[in-house]
């Protein structure tokens, strides 16, 4: 369990695996990812390929992000959130090989900014994305926001509003992502075969130049930790985060 990188041909893929909570994620994983990116950076031919056992990312651990609150100050919340947490994105950006993100279950909230931080997206039949964040009573920590206005302009209001569940058909119909009809690894794996005709010295300048175009800057993430970490530390997220976990007790299910 954890984070491990296996290779697929010429791709090499990371895959995010805390079954026990639908890889909801911890501030100390997002410094595994990140690991894990770089270190399949440098076994990749063609790609790298995030996914999940299971579900893709179904959030930030709430539980972990809770106790954050009661014990930390916003400044020390702020540094967790960009220094452990926007690890993961940064990883991404930097990657020499194009990245393609394999969604085969839920990504919410920071699994859904994880997605849109690759590349390329592949959706398969039980894979769906959620915005997340604001039901939380957040905003999209790692970015989610810019990332979101890179892919599909005006969208982000819509799904703040609704908090749609994003099927396949609907994340292409929005031009998000591709629709994975036999399961989005797979379809994550054969578009790295094709890739692999390229030389990787190539796809690594269209990386570099493509993602200089449409990506936030640093200070967009930079003011996105802070303003997330003042939201995190707030009492209402407390009280909110209280509620939820709850709810999700077994004397509640």
């Given at each position: 369990m954890g984070?491990?990188?296996?290779?697929?041909?010429?791709?090499?893929?990371?895959?995010?695996?805390?079954?026990?909570?639908?890889?909801a994620?911890?501030?100390?994983?997002?410094?595994?990812?990140?690991?894990?990116?770089?270190?399949?950076?440098?076994?990749?031919?063609?790609?790298?390929v995030?996914?999940?056992?299971?579900a893709?990312?179904?959030?930030?651990?709430l539980?972990?992000?809770?106790?954050?609150?009661?014990?930390?100050?916003?400044?020390?919340?702020?540094?967790?959130?960009?220094?452990?947490?926007?690890?993961?994105?940064?990883?991404?950006?930097?990657?020499?090989?194009?990245?393609?993100?394999?969604?085969?279950?839920?990504?919410?909230?920071?699994?859904?900014?994880?997605?849109?931080a690759?590349?390329?997206?592949?959706?398969?039949?039980?894979?769906?994305?959620?915005?997340?964040?604001?039901?939380?009573?957040?905003?999209?920590?790692?970015?989610?926001?810019?990332?979101?206005?890179?892919?599909?302009?005006?969208?982000s209001?819509?799904?703040?509003?609704?908090?749609?569940?994003?099927?396949?058909?609907?994340?292409?119909?929005?031009?998000?992502?591709?629709?994975?009809?036999?399961?989005?690894?797979?379809?994550?794996?054969?578009?790295?075969?094709?890739?692999?005709?390229?030389?990787?010295?190539?796809?690594?300048h269209?990386?570099?130049m493509?993602?200089?175009v449409?990506?936030?800057?640093?200070?967009?993430?930079?003011?996105?930790?802070?303003?997330?970490?003042?939201?995190?530390?707030?009492?209402?997220?407390?009280?909110?985060?209280?509620?939820?976990?709850?709810?999700?007790?077994?004397?509640?299910?």
């Amino acid at each position: 369990m954890g984070v491990r990188v296996e290779t697929a041909g010429p791709a090499a893929v990371v895959i995010m695996d805390w079954p026990e909570r639908r890889n909801a994620l911890r501030p100390q994983d997002g410094e595994l990812i990140a690991a894990a990116i770089e270190d399949a950076a440098e076994l990749a031919v063609s790609a790298v390929v995030l996914t999940g056992a299971g579900a893709f990312c179904a959030g930030g651990d709430l539980r972990t992000f809770a106790d954050l609150s009661a014990s930390h100050t916003p400044a020390e919340i702020e540094t967790l959130v960009y220094g452990r947490i926007q690890a993961m994105v940064r990883a991404l950006r930097t990657c020499p090989v194009p990245t393609i993100a394999a969604v085969d279950g839920p990504a919410v909230g920071l699994g859904f900014d994880l997605a849109l931080a690759c590349d390329m997206r592949f959706v398969g039949p039980k894979g769906w994305f959620r915005q997340g964040w604001a039901g939380a009573g957040l905003i999209a920590g790692t970015g989610g926001i810019g990332l979101l206005a890179r892919l599909a302009p005006g969208i982000s209001w819509p799904l703040i509003a609704s908090q749609e569940k994003l099927t396949a058909a609907r994340a292409a119909e929005l031009g998000l992502a591709e629709v994975a009809a036999s399961g989005a690894l797979a379809a994550a794996t054969a578009r790295a075969e094709a890739l692999a005709a390229i030389d990787r010295e190539v796809l690594g300048h269209y990386c570099r130049m493509e993602r200089q175009v449409t990506w936030p800057d640093d200070a967009f993430f930079a003011e996105t930790a802070r303003v997330q970490a003042g939201l995190i530390g707030s009492a209402r997220f407390r009280e909110l985060a209280a509620r939820v976990l709850a709810a999700q007790s077994p004397g509640n299910a």
